[in-house]
């Protein structure tokens, strides 16, 4: 396994489309929030609380969002959308949504891949080429050693860690994933990335960097989606290397 992007570029992409993550992690709070608005109760909340934090949304937004998420403030009903379907090339997408409105969701998600060389397809259409997988990302430090992390992260029920350059990634069953998070957080350690997505077991690629730049276009547009949560794809060249 092991995806490809480094640390800068995973941070650079975090910090171009930061307001847009304020939104977007809102919408995961208040959805995690439904199931109650305690984290220590709710690991899907403490989570979503985690990745906020990480990206620097305040206080007061997070403890707004679960307060929409319980009820205690009048919010938003959003429901879970996911889309499958080709890029320019033959790269499989995945794009995953929470959205207030279906039909306005389903529509500009549509547009985007006509638009750019793109197909959507069908449920089913693509997802078999990946494998549904926690990841949680950490950057490689000189005080972090990588037999102890891979122990702590074995005991706590993680089934693989991949050493990058830059790097350390877990892979999780997404059942386990919480447990994980949640052992791996008590040890003081910190995440880069920290999800439940689509692993590609499987990868391709455009024939030219034309084409690579029209990929590159269409997934910006589709993760500048307000309503669009996240965007999994198959391509084996790193898209935050394109210019």
């Given at each position: 396994?092991?995806?490809?992007g480094t640390i800068a570029g995973r941070k650079a992409a975090q910090d171009s489309k930061r307001s847009a993550m304020f939104t977007k992690y809102a919408r995961q709070i208040i959805v995690a929030a439904k199931a109650?608005?305690?984290?220590?109760?709710?690991?899907?909340?403490?989570v979503a609380i985690a990745k906020a934090k990480g990206i620097g949304m305040p206080n007061d937004n997070i403890k707004k969002a679960i307060k929409k998420g319980t009820g205690e403030l009048e919010g938003e009903s959003y429901s879970e959308?996911?889309?499958?379907?080709?890029?320019?090339g033959g790269v499989a997408v995945i794009v995953e949504a929470l959205t207030d409105n279906t039909?306005?969701?389903?529509?500009?998600?549509?547009?985007?891949?006509?638009?750019?060389?793109?197909?959507?397809?069908?449920?089913?259409?693509?997802?078999?080429m990946f494998n549904r997988k926690?990841?949680?990302?950490i950057e490689k430090t000189d005080e972090l050693d990588e037999d102890e992390l891979m122990m702590m992260a074995l005991d706590a029920g993680a089934e693989d860690m991949v050493v990058n350059e830059d790097s350390f990634e877990i892979y999780t069953e997404p059942a386990a994933f919480n447990d994980v998070h949640g052992a791996l957080s008590e040890a003081g350690l910190e995440f880069v990335e920290a999800e439940v997505e689509y692993v590609p077991s499987m990868e391709a690629a455009p024939k030219d960097e034309k084409e690579l730049k029209r990929l590159k276009k269409m997934i910006d547009i589709l993760e500048e989606n307000d309503d669009v949560q996240k965007v999994h794809h198959n391509c084996s060249v790193d898209l935050e290397e394109i210019e």
């Open positions: 396994m092991g995806r490809h109650g608005g305690d984290p220590e109760y709710n690991a899907t909340l403490r959308l996911s889309f499958e379907g080709y890029g320019v039909n306005r969701t389903t529509a500009s998600v549509r547009s985007t891949f006509d638009k750019h060389g793109g197909n959507l397809g069908t449920p089913g259409c693509v997802s078999y926690g990841v949680l990302v």
